[in-house]
C-alpha cells in the first residue's frame, strides 16, 4: 500500500512540474542607462511576440538594417533610445532610426484576442463586418499594389459612410475569393491581457503592423482604450521607478542591453 501510494504522490509531483513548465514565464534584464529593468514575458498569451522580442534581443533573429539596407544578425535593440516618451502614460523604444519610423524590415500579426468562431456566411451586423474589412480586406490591401476595383468602392463606401453596411451587401466567402484568401480566418474572441500599468506592448502602425518597437505602460490606471489594440507580451516585475525616471527626462535616454536574466 505504501509503495503503491508513493507512486501516485511521484506522479502528480511530476505532473505539477510539468505544468510549472508549461507556464514557465522567462525574464529580460533591460539594461538602461538610468537602471535595470527586469521584465517578465508572457509566451503563454503572445508566443509569435516573445520569441521576435527575444531573437531581435540576442541576435539570433534576422533584421534589415535601415542604415545599410542588409540583413544581419546582431542584438537589435544595444544602444538604441526611448524615442518616445509621454507624461503619465508610456515609455516607447525599439526603432533603430530614433524617429519612430523604423523597424526590422519585416511585420508580424497581432496577438490580441482569443481566436473565436471562423468568419463564414452572411455578414449579419457592424461587429462581423468589421472583422471582415480587418482580417480580410485590410491586409489584402496593404499587399497589393493594385486592388480589385469593385473592392475598392466597397471600402470607399464603408469609409463615406463611417460603417460598415456597404460589406454586407456580399457574403464572407465573396471576399475571400476576390482576395485570395484560401485559409479559415477566425473572429476575435476574448482579449488576451489588458494595457496595464507596467506592461510591455507592441507599438504598431495599425492592425497587424508588429516590428521592434514597443512600449512600457507608465500610466497608474492603464491605458483600456488600447485594450485589444496592441499586444500585451509582459511585465516589469522590477524597475519601473527607472521606467518613471525615464519618463521625467523625455526623449533619449539609451536602452544598452536586453538580455535573458541569469
Not at 21 to 41: F, H, N, S, Y
Not at 55 to 82: C, H, I, M
Not at 147 to 161: K, N, S, T
Request: net charge negative; charged share 20%.
Amino acid at each position: 500500500m505504501n509503495i503503491i501510494f508513493s507512486t501516485i504522490i511521484t506522479f502528480f509531483l511530476a505532473l505539477s512540474l510539468l505544468h510549472a513548465q508549461d507556464d514557465a514565464r522567462p525574464v529580460v534584464v533591460m539594461k538602461t542607462e538610468l537602471g535595470d529593468m527586469r521584465i517578465e514575458l508572457w509566451p503563454h498569451i503572445a508566443p509569435n511576440t516573445v520569441d521576435n522580442f527575444v531573437g531581435l534581443a540576442t541576435g539570433t533573429k534576422e533584421w534589415l538594417d535601415p542604415k545599410s539596407n542588409t540583413p544581419v544578425k546582431r542584438p537589435f535593440y544595444d544602444g538604441l533610445t526611448f524615442h518616445r516618451v509621454i507624461d503619465d502614460f508610456m515609455i516607447q523604444g525599439g526603432c533603430p532610426l530614433g524617429t519612430g519610423s523604423g523597424g526590422p524590415g519585416y511585420a508580424f500579426p497581432d496577438e490580441t484576442h482569443e481566436q473565436s468562431n471562423v468568419l463564414s456566411g452572411h455578414i449579419s451586423d457592424e461587429h462581423m463586418a468589421e472583422q471582415v474589412f480587418m482580417k480580410i480586406l485590410q491586409p489584402y490591401f496593404d499587399a497589393t499594389p493594385e486592388p480589385d476595383a469593385e473592392l475598392l468602392r466597397i471600402a470607399e463606401a464603408c469609409y463615406e459612410q463611417q460603417s460598415g453596411r456597404p460589406l454586407m451587401v456580399n457574403d464572407v466567402e465573396f471576399y475571400m475569393e476576390k482576395t485570395g484568401t484560401t485559409t479559415p480566418v477566425y473572429a476575435d474572441g476574448r482579449i488576451k491581457a489588458r494595457v496595464a500599468y507596467a506592461t510591455i506592448c507592441m507599438a504598431n502602425a495599425g492592425p497587424n503592423t508588429n516590428g521592434s518597437q514597443f512600449f512600457i505602460v507608465t500610466k497608474k490606471e492603464g491605458c483600456d482604450w488600447l485594450d485589444g489594440k496592441h499586444t500585451v507580451f509582459g511585465k516589469v516585475i522590477s524597475g519601473m521607478d527607472v521606467a518613471h525616471e525615464i519618463e521625467k527626462r523625455g526623449n533619449g535616454m539609451k536602452i544598452h542591453s536586453v538580455r535573458p536574466a541569469e
